[in-house]
């Protein structure tokens, strides 16, 4: 490429299945290669897609999913999006947070898939955003 021009990047145009769904906020384990998405449809249902081979990903994906009752994360109300995901790649654990549900800490995020229950909940109302910050140091 000529110089003092940036490589183009791969583009993710899907996460199937993919009917009404939006993608809040991502998070990358540059360590693993594994991006996590989190994702809400109209219909209220929430879901942590994690998406093995990142850099490399292009195109519709059909990643792992995070998802069900006992993942805390499902609420069934549509004002009930997800609003933060962060991954720390050292303790691999996936922090996720959801408007007025809570706070969920998953341990083993690197092999998170279908319906597992957070290793912490932290029961939040009435907040609208979520920022978890690095540790310093």
Do not use: C, K
């Amino acid at each position: 490429r000529p110089a003092g021009t940036a490589a183009r990047g791969l583009v993710i145009s899907g996460i199937a299945p993919g009917a009404d769904q939006s993608v809040h906020h991502v998070a990358y384990d540059s360590t693993r290669d594994i991006l996590y998405a989190a994702v809400s449809d109209t219909g209220g249902n929430n879901w942590v897609a994690i998406i093995d081979g990142a850099s490399m990903a292009q195109g519709t994906v059909t990643p792992r999913v995070l998802t069900g009752a006992a993942t805390g994360l499902w609420t069934g109300l549509s004002n009930r999006r997800l609003m933060g995901v962060r991954v720390d790649p050292e303790a691999n654990i996936l922090f996720v947070g959801a408007v007025d549900v809570g706070l969920f800490a998953y341990t083993n995020a690197s092999t998170l898939s279908g319906d597992v229950a957070p290793a912490l909940g932290l029961p939040i109302t009435a907040f609208s955003a979520m920022f978890v910050a690095p540790a310093s140091g």
